[in-house]
């Protein structure tokens, strides 16, 4: 039986969805192309739960996970010079809703059928771009891998003469202030 939408919980948070909706939400631990269920279903069209609609189930398949944009949080204190400036990139799942189910109904192995064709088509489009840079980058690794080992034990050497010249200098004008 598909209502016209459904409003779910999943990860803390409620959403109003529809059949064919995409959605992002908290990551789950699934694969791209598996098919997701959510139980915690609020309402279902004029129904609502008393706080769950009972036998209700949303069915949704897994399209990708990926990271949000970053998120900057800053805390300051005025007055303190006190300044805290921190970052986080969030995992999100999208989903695509397949149905909502009513009366205790199991996901149709239609909408299972379609994840598996559309996993299958993912998996094989990215494979063939996927090949050709790797093929390029083999080529040019090792002349890159050369390059920045020799410019790295240059600055080494550079690098412990600079504050070994320095140091002494320092401790002397130290010396003459006393």
């Known amino acids: 039986m598909n209502m016209t939408f459904a409003v779910i919980k999943t990860g803390g948070k409620q959403y109003k969805v529809a059949a064919n909706d995409v959605i992002k939400i908290e990551k789950l631990e699934a694969e791209a ?64 809703i397949t149905e909502i189910l009513t009366g205790g109904a199991k996901p149709t192995i239609k909408a299972a059928a379609k994840a598996e064709k559309t996993e299958a088509v993912a998996e094989k489009a990215p494979a063939k771009k996927a090949a050709a840079p790797k093929a390029e980058a083999a080529a040019e690794a090792p002349a890159k891998k050369a390059a920045p080992k020799k410019a790295a034990a240059k600055t080494e050497d550079t690098a412990a003469e600079k504050p070994a010249k320095k140091a002494p200098a320092k401790k002397a004008d130290k010396a003459d202030k006393e």
């Open 33 to 96: 192309g598996d098919i997701v269920t959510f139980d915690q279903v609020l309402m279902v069209g004029d129904t609502i739960g008393a706080p769950l609609v009972e036998g209700a189930l949303v069915a949704a398949e897994l399209v990708e996970t990926r990271k949000q944009k970053t998120v900057i949080i800053f805390k300051k204190r005025r007055r303190h010079n006190s300044r805290r400036r921190n970052g986080h990139r969030q995992l999100l799942t999208t989903v695509r």
